[in-house]
């Protein structure tokens, strides 16, 4: 059992932090029993002892600017007061298909005290915040950026997140292209005054797609000033290209300040049609990147792809991964339609049984593995692939039914975008 390969004490000695220890006099407990650890969500002064440890393992971000964050709270572990887990979760409607959205909670800067790791302690709090927002959010959620060969992938697969979205980042060249007609705002202010023009053209050229943020009014607003973007800050340019006066693409890019020789684009789309804006806007963009490095994460279902690709110097494999846990799968199937209809059937899966919108004795059962069943709900897998592949078996359907459940589950195609990345 994990349990017993576990020391029954936990000793908080000197430890090895990446900043300086802070205001707390944690080096000298010792010997303290796992048990008296306390996990809760951070209220009030919870928030503080959380931001604490938080702040020794990730760059920084202040009580204030925690506060100021839309839809930001955290979990914390705490041991005689003083923190020795930090999970914090920033809310947001995320967009699983053009026209369906979930709740998600997304996981970043989880850390433990470095004299508990491999206790269980991380894994507890991430119990407790599953637990603790069931009824709030759908799903957790988490980014990646080291992949899957990282102690983080690792420790994300064990509490249950499944794969998915697998994006790259593209490593671009210089190229001669001529120079277009393109329009530089470099002030944040003057960017987030143009959000209305980006999400309009963002929306014709991936709203066909999930797997992103919903671009609801004042997205940019809250997307540049994320809890990542306080912690890591950058300085944000906007390219746009125009015809006669209409914007017909954009390029975000920005450059951190604590990694300044990388300018990342951060988003990119045009008018639909309007691939040929992507060459004039790298061309602007290699004109700001003085002696940078210009990368472009982004995932296979980019429509921009075959426009980029002549600018590629190299593409990573496989980073970032985006992962996730559906924490009330049977409230989210009861919401799976078919025109009005809403199917009734039962679920076999390893963890136990699951009732659809109260079916009966001659209800068809699907059976799954756990992991095809999160996927399914996450509309990374449809029903038909999942059946067609024995990832699925479907038992007892009447006329008709296996072809509702289908139409009822389809996959659909995600994209990444740097912004959000959090
Ligand atoms: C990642 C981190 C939060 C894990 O917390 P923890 O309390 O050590 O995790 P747990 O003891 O609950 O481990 C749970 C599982 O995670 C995986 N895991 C944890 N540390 C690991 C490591 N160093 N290498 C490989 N797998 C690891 C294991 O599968 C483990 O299960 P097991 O003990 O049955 O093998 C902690 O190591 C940490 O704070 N790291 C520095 C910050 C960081 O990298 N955070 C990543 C998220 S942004």
Redesign the pocket.
């Known amino acids: 059992m ?1 349990g017993q390969r576990r020391p029954p004490t936990l000793t908080i000695a000197k430890t090895t932090t990446i900043l300086p220890p802070v205001s707390t006099d944690e080096n000298t407990l010792e010997n303290i029993a796992l048990n008296k650890i306390r996990y809760r969500e951070a209220r009030g002064r919870d928030i503080d002892r959380m931001l604490d440890l938080r702040n020794r ?1 990730f760059p920084p971000i202040t009580r204030k600017q925690f506060d100021s964050v839309e839809g930001l709270t955290a979990c914390v572990g705490l041991l005689d007061g003083i923190a020795v ?1 930090a999970l914090p979760l920033a809310i947001r409607e995320f967009q699983l298909g053009p026209s369906e959205t979930c709740r998600a909670a997304f996981l ?5 005290h470095s004299g ?9 709090l991430t119990q407790v915040a599953a637990k603790t927002l069931r009824g709030r959010v759908d799903a957790l959620m988490v980014f990646r950026t080291g992949g899957e060969r990282t ?2 992938y ?2 994300y ?3 249950g997140f499944q794969d998915l979205m697998f994006a790259t980042i593209l490593r671009l060249r210089r190229r001669r292209v001529a120079q277009g007609n393109v329009t530089i705002t470099s002030d944040e202010q003057a960017i987030l005054a143009r959000g209305n023009v980006l999400r309009d053209i963002f929306i014709k050229a991936h709203g066909s797609m999930g797997g992103y943020w919903a671009r609801t009014p004042g997205f940019y607003e809250r997307a540049l000033r994320s809890s990542y973007f306080f912690s890591r800050p950058h300085d944000f340019l906007l390219l746009e290209t125009r015809t006669r006066g209409r914007t017909t693409g954009y390029a975000l890019l920005g450059r951190d300040r604590i990694l300044p020789d990388t300018l990342k684009i951060l988003e990119m789309a045009t008018q639909p049609g309007g691939e040929d804006a992507v060459d004039t806007l790298l061309e602007a963009a290699w004109r700001h990147a003085g002696q940078s490095k210009v990368v472009f994460p982004t995932s296979a279902a980019s429509p921009l792809r075959s426009a980029v690709l002549p600018w590629v110097k190299e593409e990573s494999v496989r980073s970032p991964v985006l992962l996730g846990m559906m924490l009330n799968p049977t409230a989210r199937a009861a919401r799976l339609t078919v025109g009005p209809r809403k199917p009734s059937f039962k679920i076999w899966a390893p963890s136990g049984d699951l009732s659809v919108n109260k079916p009966t004795k001659t209800s068809p059962t699907l059976g799954l593995r756990d992991d095809a069943l999160q996927r399914l709900f996450f509309r990374r897998l449809s029903l038909r692939h999942a059946l067609a592949n024995e990832a699925a078996t479907l038992h007892g359907t009447k006329e008709n039914e296996a072809a509702t459940l289908d139409a009822a589950m389809p996959s659909q195609t995600w994209i990444y975008h740097a912004l959000d990345y959090l």
């Open positions: 994990a393992i887990a970043h800067a989880v850390g433990t508990c790791r491999g206790m269980g302690v991380g894994s507890a102690a983080g690792a420790f697969k064990k509490a």
